[in-house]
């Protein structure tokens, strides 16, 4: 079983930044897969970012945070990331950290970890 812990959420400005981050326990760390996706009020959870076991290799975007957003690793920290610039009040949700076996992907009901999610609140 694997527990994963997000924070880093808070009330910012548009246009500013906040790092999220989320502490995995419970099995290596390297082998797992790690995403982000979020969840706004009335809406399906979505898609942010997946990275790779590695963290060197593949990085997956949705559109909507592509250039914005960056998701990065520490294997020696059991921590992924979750760097958030520029932020729109569109990107207020709720932020859930993700984790899965296998290759990085953007659909949902792959992933089989979840942690509870954190607040991001982006006021205009």
């Known amino acids: 079983q694997v527990q994963l812990v997000e924070s880093g959420g808070g009330l910012v400005q548009a246009g500013g930044s906040l790092r999220l981050s989320c502490a995995a326990s419970?099995?290596?760390?390297?082998?797992?897969?790690m995403g982000w996706f979020r969840q706004a009020p009335g809406t399906e959870r979505e898609f942010v970012a997946a990275?790779?076991?590695?963290?060197?290799?593949?990085?997956y975007y949705a559109d909507s945070v592509k250039g914005r957003f960056t998701i990065s690793r520490d294997n020696a920290q059991n921590t992924v990331y979750l760097q958030m610039n520029s932020l729109i009040p569109e990107d207020t949700a709720v932020y859930y950290c993700?984790?899965?076996?296998?290759?990085?992907?953007?659909?949902?009901?792959?992933?089989?970890?979840w942690g509870q999610g954190t607040q991001v609140t982006v006021s205009s």
């Open positions: 990275i790779s076991r590695t963290g060197s290799g593949m990085r």
């Open positions: 419970g099995r290596t760390f390297s082998s797992l897969t």
């Open positions: 993700a984790a899965r076996l296998f290759v990085p992907t953007m659909r949902r009901n792959e992933y089989d970890y």
